[in-house]
T-cell receptor, first 115, second 113 residues
């Protein structure tokens, strides 16, 4: 059963702590992405990776870090430097279609709350 | 500046009452336009990709159309289970990856029985 899994579903963080969100896919996609979703706003790209051992910053990378050691896995660490981390975090994987567009498939999300 | 705007922000319909959601975009060149459905507390579910003006795609009660400046998601005779937020996204030309997929803020659709 192919898909994308994210864990945990809910995460609570105290101020000053780093936390890591897990994302795993078995769709054999090369590309993986992390987005942040806030109420009333569109999805904003945090980091993306097109291949193992390589990743690029998105529009709002400050305060976040990632790694891509395996094709299937793309964990996101929210560091204490992120000033407003409370949000819904979405992981996606994707592939190029017809050599033109990059179709993305999303995981179920992790809701992070800072206490 | 590349931009995607969805309207209305929220739409309440009676079951069976057909309507359309709008996604207008300004990008330097369009590679493709995507529609997603998102249920509360869940990740977006891919619906369609449209590539060029005049293209149409259908899935059950949904039909997506594309012009040079906007896309419409038509919903025909909706049912309560069609209630969700519908997201539009655009991939701009001139970039090598999905780093330039721009999302709108969505239309929250509610269907009353």
């Amino acid at each position: 059963d192919g898909g994308i899994t994210q864990s945990p579903k809910y995460l609570f963080r105290k101020e000053g702590q780093n936390v890591t969100l897990s994302c795993e896919q078995n769709l054999n996609h090369d590309a993986m992405y992390w987005y942040r979703q806030d109420p009333g706003q569109g999805l904003r790209l945090i980091y993306y990776s097109q291949i193992v051992n390589d990743f690029q910053k998105g529009d709002i990378a400050e305060g976040y870090s990632v790694s891509r050691e395996k094709k299937e896995s793309f964990p996101l660490t929210v560091t204490s430097a992120q000033k407003n981390p409370t949000a819904f975090y979405l992981c996606a994987s994707g592939h190029r279609v017809a050599g033109v567009t990059d179709t993305q498939y999303f995981g179920p999300g992790t809701r992070l709350t800072v206490l | 500046e590349d931009q995607v705007t969805q309207s209305p922000e929220a739409l309440r319909l009676q079951e069976g009452e057909s309507s359309s959601l709008n996604c207008s975009y300004t990008v330097s060149g369009l590679r493709g336009l995507f529609w997603y459905r998102q249920d509360p507390g869940k990740g977006p579910e891919f619906l369609f990709t449209l590539y060029s003006a005049g293209e149409e795609k259908e899935k059950e009660r949904l039909k997506a159309t594309l012009t040079k400046k906007e896309s419409f998601l038509h919903i025909t005779a909706p049912k309560p289970e069609d209630s969700a937020t519908y997201l539009c996204a655009v991939q701009a030309a001139g970039y090598s990856s999905a780093s330039k997929i721009i999302f709108g803020s969505g239309t929250r659709l509610s269907i009353r029985p």
